[in-house]
């Protein structure tokens, strides 16, 4: 009998993309360890490859602009940093996705050409945030 893991628990959506990157592998697999601690906000995560989005961790359905499969926005986190290399953090009001978010990113590099292929994000909703200041 195989004990369960976090992953039983916290569903993790991806394309079954593999990034040809150590740090990429790594931060898959902790990344639904920390989705799991925060119980006072959702955190979410998710990777691209250099053109579609293709992992997602999304406890509560928030992260509604990360779709495994489906090309990223042109302009957005993931393009800029595919253009950059460099990493980003916004926040970003409800009248984006329907919810206050934060959102950093950084971009992962390929083992062997030290190119950039892809990016891995963390978003953050910010409702308990926003609901303090408005009560305040």
Known sequence: MNKPTINDVLHVEETGTRLNSKIYDALRNFAPII???FTDRTVGFYAT?????????????KVTFAQPGVNFAKGG?????MQSGQHIAVELGEEVYGVPLRVA??????????EAIGTF???IT???VEEMIQIS
């Open 121 to 123: 994000g963390i978003v």
């Open 49 to 61: 490859d250099h053109e579609k989005f293709i992992m997602k961790i999304d406890p509560t359905n």
């Open 126 to 128: 910010r409702d308990t």
């Open 35 to 37: 989705s799991a601690l």
């Open 77 to 81: 986190a993931a393009d800029y940093i």
């Open 105 to 114: 990113t950084i971009p992962i590099f390929d083992d062997d050409t030290g």
